[in-house]
């Protein structure tokens, strides 16, 4: 069992690029949720998914970011025209009922 | 006012010593709650997962919920140097749209040998 895989592990975008992290789920799990890492900020909520659906994009800023999680393959979260202020750890887990098991994330630099 | 408060400590502890770590909660539609653990540049590791109130353990964990007063509390007995982490308590209602998880900032634990 490979757990939750993320890549990259570490991503530098110049600003105004576009950054793409992808996720794979554990084998079975069929939900995805990404999560934002700031210092100051904690762990902060982002997206919920299920395969082709999204469930609760509440915490997505509503320009520049995207996700989706297709039938095959891995979730994508797409940041398009990367700020600085967008320089945080990315996390995404998956679950199956409750107990999230967490990626170890990607960490974007933009600089 | 957070929805969850947590202190960021440091807390430094001798090894061996009984760490007690704990948060607070503003909404009563919290049903679940968890502990995780996160080591330097890794993802959260859950280390505890609790329904409504009560008492939980495992090994040298305990987490208590005592939803009454809104309080969570994580122990670890006979701490290790290896327990050196960075503990979070995370929360949420029940399926639909409050699966996601609302986290405590962090509690950063040091166990000195």
């Known amino acids: 069992n490979a757990g939750v895989m993320q890549n990259p592990r570490h991503l530098v975008r110049r600003r105004g690029q576009e950054a793409r992290l992808r996720c794979s789920p554990m084998?079975?799990?069929?939900?995805v949720y990404w999560y934002r890492q700031l210092p100051e900020e904690g762990l902060k909520f982002m997206v919920y998914?299920?395969?082709?659906?999204?469930?609760?994009e509440s915490g997505m800023p509503k320009e520049r970011f995207s996700a989706e999680f297709p039938k095959e393959g891995p979730s994508i979260l797409r940041i398009q025209q990367v700020v600085r202020g967008d320089s945080a750890a990315y996390f995404c887990?998956?679950?199956?009922?409750?107990?999230?098991?967490f990626g170890s994330g990607t960490r974007l630099t933009v600089v | 006012q957070k929805e969850v408060e947590q202190d960021p400590g440091p807390l430094s502890v001798p090894e061996g010593a009984i760490v007690s770590l704990n948060c607070t909660y503003s909404?009563?539609?919290?049903?679940?709650f968890m502990w995780y653990r996160q080591y330097s540049r890794k993802g959260p590791e859950l280390l505890m997962y609790?329904?409504s109130s009560g008492n939980k353990e495992d090994g040298r964990f305990t987490a208590q919920v005592d939803k009454s007063s809104k309080y969570i509390s994580l122990f670890i007995r006979d701490s290790q140097p290896s327990d050196s982490a960075t503990y979070l308590c995370?929360?949420?209602?029940?399926?639909?749209?409050?699966?996601?998880?609302?986290w405590g900032l962090g509690t950063s634990l040091a166990v000195n040998p």
């Open positions: 887990a998956s679950s199956q009922e409750y107990g999230y098991t």
């Open positions: 995370a929360m949420s209602g029940n399926a639909g749209n409050n699966r996601k998880l609302i």
């Open positions: 909404n009563s539609a919290f049903q679940y």
């Open positions: 609790t329904y």
């Open positions: 998914l299920q395969k082709e659906n999204i469930i609760d």
């Open positions: 084998k079975g799990h069929s939900h």
